[in-house]
């Protein structure tokens, strides 16, 4: 008993210290060399890169790209999730395949497919000209780019809970007289909104760091079409490496934020379980 109550300690502390490894190599010492790099000549060097026209830019255009991402994925994610668990239609698993589609497919063969979608050779593009709309190399083309590589994310965090519940509930306060709005906003809602604003969160993250699509499509406009990733990877071939480390830095900081409001949300979430 004892040899395998020590064997099993060893086993714990050996997969442990593994995991502290790995996370310490592959994680924490790219993001301590990021804010090391960023600060290498000084604050005013890197006040001097944040506070750029074109870094502000791009911050400004990464949180739009991100809200309107964010706005229409979540109806999406929200609609997609209540027709695949609470109804049954033809095409049901089709739907469920393709939701999946943006995981499997490489960003940047989804950039392509919108550039051959609304790009010059396309049939869409007299129109889209004549209604003066233009996607490609313009803002409407990196929102359309974020979307497509996020949309899972909030609907794969609702389709589970939404199945383990059941319909039960929903079908007694329908029978108690409740419409479908009401049946939604006080029956269903409250049993999967921490898995909603968890959905949320990942999708902004996932939004703000997108690359590959909205490279495709911004055709890397200083000033005009260019997100923060891309203004780092500018900033980072012209060999300003201390502002593209300074740039990079703000990504970094965005994304500590938003682990720490996912952990918020996990470890409200499971508190809100243990008490009920």
């Not at 050779?121 to 000209?129: E, K, W």
């Not at 980072?236 to 593209?244: D, G, L, R, S």
Request: net charge positive; aromatic share 12%; glycine share 6%.
């Amino acid at each position: 008993m004892n040899k395998e109550t020590t064997s099993s300690k060893v086993t714990k502390w050996v997969l442990i210290s593994i995991s502290f490894i790995f996370i310490a190599l592959m994680l924490l010492l790219p993001l301590i060399t990021v804010i090391i790099e960023a600060f290498k000549q000084g604050w005013d060097v890197y006040k001097q890169a944040v506070v750029d026209d074109y870094t502000v830019h791009a911050v400004l255009l990464t949180v739009e790209a991100t809200v309107f991402a964010v706005i229409i994925n979540t109806v999406f994610g929200l609609s997609a999730a209540w027709s695949l668990t609470k109804f049954n239609f033809k095409g049901k698993k089709i739907l469920t395949t393709l939701i999946d589609l943006p995981v499997t497919v490489s960003p940047i063969i989804a950039g392509l497919i919108f550039l051959l979608t609304f790009g010059r050779q396309s049939p869409l593009f007299p129109i889209l000209q004549d209604l003066d709309i233009k996607i490609v190399f313009a803002v409407p083309g990196i929102v359309l780019a974020t979307i497509f590589v996020t949309f899972p994310f909030i609907s794969r965090e609702l389709i589970p809970v939404l199945e383990s519940r059941g319909n039960d509930e929903e079908e007694a306060a329908a029978l108690m007289g409740a419409g479908g709005f009401t049946i939604f906003r006080k029956v269903t809602f409250p049993h999967i909104k921490w898995a909603f604003l968890y959905g949320v969160v990942l999708c902004t993250a996932r939004a703000m760091g997108e690359f590959g699509a909205v490279s495709v499509l911004s055709g890397h406009l200083r000033g005009k079409t260019n997100t923060l990733p891309l203004h780092v990877e500018i900033l980072f071939n012209e060999f300003q490496y201390v502002p593209a480390f300074a740039v990079a830095s703000i990504l970094v900081v965005m994304a500590i934020i938003i682990l720490i409001l996912r952990s918020v949300i996990e470890y409200t979430g499971m508190r809100k379980s243990n008490v009920r």
